[in-house]
């Protein structure tokens, strides 16, 4: 089945930075990796997402970079905020899954005012 | 609109009892799916249900199992509860098709079950 590996499990910024969180598929049919925001006490907030047929999706501070060759996409937050602060999920998944989404473990991002 | 709701958002059960957790998908949602999340394995799928069938299940044991009614909300039921069971249980919902395109997922506020 997918496997979806994420990294740096934690990462630590500066306000104003910028944040990076890398994800890699096994799965060459997947097709769609929506990445999620999750507060504490919270479920899962997607953030954005993108589908195999685009390489770069924006919105405001947050885009998406995706190598279908490569088997891996990415986040960047630019600007970084003390609100942005969570842990973040990338996934992935494929039109046959009807419902399934594969996670990777999870990123605690951390910005320091 | 309202988002997904889920209830109850925590409880407390003890080994070898079951427990029933409800879920509202947002309206005009017709797909429901369940993901059990711990600390040690993350989040995992446990099954999805749209138009009242069961499209795709996870690798869960058989005491764990669900349903959806007419009204697109689902129920998972957990029996005879394990230590191992403690988790958050979230479920999401989308609009739901039968075509092959997958659609985005909304999360609820999960349900928080500890098992003594």
């Known amino acids: 089945g997918e496997n979806v590996e994420q990294h740096p499990s934690t990462l630590s910024v500066q306000e104003g930075d910028s944040a990076v969180i890398k994800c890699t598929y096994s799965?060459?049919?997947?097709?769609?990796f929506p990445w999620y925001k999750q507060e504490l006490g919270k479920g899962p907030q997607l953030i954005i997402d993108?589908?195999?047929?685009?390489g770069e999706k924006k919105d405001q501070r947050i885009a998406v970079t995706l190598n279908k060759t490569a088997k891996h996409f990415s986040l960047h937050i630019t600007e970084t905020q003390p609100e942005d602060s969570a842990v973040y999920f990338c996934?992935?998944?494929?039109?046959?899954?009807?419902?399934?989404?594969?996670f990777g473990q999870g990123t605690i991002l951390t910005v320091h005012p | 609109k309202a988002g997904v709701t889920q209830t109850p958002r925590y409880l407390i059960k003890t080994r070898g009892q079951q427990v029933t957790l409800s879920c509202s998908p947002i309206s005009g949602h017709r797909s429901v799916s369940w993901y059990q999340q711990t600390p040690g394995q993350g989040l995992q799928f446990l099954f999805e249900?749209?138009?009242?069938?069961?499209?795709n299940k996870g690798n869960f044991p058989g005491r764990f199992s669900g349903r959806q009614f007419s009204n697109s909300r689902s129920e998972m039921n957990v029996s005879t509860l394990e230590l191992g069971d403690s988790a958050l249980y979230l479920c999401?919902?989308?609009?739901?098709?039968?075509?092959?395109?997958?659609?985005?997922?909304?999360f609820g506020p999960g349900t928080r079950l500890l098992v003594l």
């Open positions: 996934a992935a998944s494929k039109g046959t899954s009807y419902g399934k989404l594969t």
């Open positions: 799965d060459s049919a997947s097709n769609y």
């Open positions: 999401a919902s989308s609009l739901g098709s039968s075509g092959s395109i997958q659609e985005t997922q909304y």
């Open positions: 993108i589908r195999s047929n685009v």
């Open positions: 249900y749209f138009s009242e069938t069961q499209r």
